[in-house]
């Protein structure tokens, strides 16, 4: 088979744009000195709860590390997801940091550990939890 001189690259469609960019983000090298949270619980999506109700739960997941736990619950908002969690450990101050492909946000985390994020679009996230005085905790990347 030979180029033809008249055809370019095929184009790709914006899906496959977004999905390079979420791999390049599993890749990013900004928390290398980050400590790995295991994923220690997780439940598998309920397709028909997140089709019959809004706001329903549609997965729980749980991080651990070292006396630090991250509780998840994920819901469903129609094409937007919604997180809200559970930050619990030894610490005295922490600032939670929410990574997505192509973007960094830092929701508010309350005295007792809660927060939450709303609107998100469907996608990969991962959590980088950073306390005083130690490493960065990551959460290995999941889908909302």
């Known amino acids: 088979m030979r180029n033809r001189s008249d ?17 390049l983000a599993a890749f990013d090298r900004g928390d290398d000195t980050a400590e790995l949270a295991r994923t220690r619980a997780d439940t598998v999506p309920v397709t028909e709860a997140a089709r019959a109700e809004d706001g329903a ?3 729980t ?11 998840l619950q994920i819901r469903s908002h129609g094409r937007t997801r919604s997180v809200s969690g559970l930050v619990t ?5 922490a ?34 939890l950073l306390r005083s ?11 909302v």
Do not use: K, M, Y
């Open 133 to 143: 005085g130690r490493p960065p905790v990551v959460t290995a990347w999941f889908t």
């Open 95 to 128: 600032v939670l940091r929410v990574r997505r492909p192509g973007s960094t946000d830092s929701p508010t985390v309350g005295e007792d550990g809660r927060f939450s994020l709303d609107g998100l679009p469907r996608g990969p996230i991962s959590l980088s």
């Open 7 to 23: 055809t370019g690259p095929p184009s790709r469609p914006p899906s496959a744009e977004a999905g390079r960019a979420a791999a």
């Open 61 to 71: 997941l749980r991080f651990e590390h070292e006396g630090v736990a991250v509780d």
């Open 57 to 59: 739960v549609t997965a």
């Open 89 to 93: 450990g030894d610490f005295e101050h």
